[in-house]
């Protein structure tokens, strides 16, 4: 299967939310079972999926899935991973752009809302399925959530101390913005009435009140 055939049976939301789906960063055959092991994940949860769902979703025999994963929890913890790796890396670089921190925390919102709108079933998996990775697993997805959220509140701790927001705890104003964005996988589809970019518009402005913002 070319990635052009891939692109076109499955949606482009989870290529979009699996950086190196379609880079040829992964054997063809590897980028396909991650493809078919989100759509089944999706459609029936990860415990009412057997591996042999995925195999025959990707065109493939059960036991040339193993060739590549030695499991549907590593498909899993692969999509997870990525998913949360991609999500740190669109927070690091909004929260590291010049500027006041209320347009870097409105940049932030925009992309994250937008991100987890546009690619809402690869979300809904990796913020919704945490407790079936392996413990080892857990806890690497687990820093990455760390970091994301200690990196929302750095900006938020910034825009306090210039006095451009204001909020009684960090911590807890921290965990809200992202809560706001994660879930918007939960319920956003292809029939929402906002696009994705309309959304993180609208959160954006949301949130710099939400902060207190000035100005």
């Known amino acids: ?128 399925e945490l407790l079936a990775l392996p413990e080892e697993d857990f806890a690497v997805v687990a820093e990455l959530r760390r970091r994301i959220e200690e990196t929302v509140r750095r900006l938020i701790d910034d825009g306090v101390a210039d006095g451009s927001f204001d909020v009684p705890d960090v911590r807890t104003a921290a965990r809200a913005v992202t809560s706001l964005g994660i879930d918007v996988s939960r319920w956003y589809s292809e029939r929402s009435s906002e696009s994705p970019e309309e959304l993180g518009r609208r959160y954006g402005v949301l949130v710099l009140r939400m902060l207190g913002a000035t100005g």
């Not at 052009?4 to 789906?21: I, R, S, T, Y």
């Not at 960063?25 to 009412?48: I, K, N, Q, T, W």
């Open 1 to 128: 299967m070319t990635d052009q055939a891939a692109a076109d049976l499955w949606p482009m939301e989870h290529a979009g939310a699996l950086p190196g789906v379609h880079a040829g960063e992964r054997p063809e055959a590897a980028r396909r079972l991650l493809l078919a092991a989100v759509d089944s994940f999706a459609r029936r949860g990860y415990h009412a999926t057997t591996t042999r769902d995925i195999a025959t979703a990707a065109g493939m025999s059960p036991a040339a899935l193993y060739i590549h994963y030695p499991s549907k929890a590593a498909l899993l913890s692969e999509i997870s991973r990525t998913g949360h790796q991609a999500t740190l890396d669109l927070v690091e670089n909004a929260a590291g752009t010049a500027g006041a921190p209320a347009d870097r925390m409105r940049r932030l919102v925009e992309d994250f809302t937008c991100w987890h709108a546009r690619g809402h079933t690869v979300g809904r998996i990796v913020n919704h």
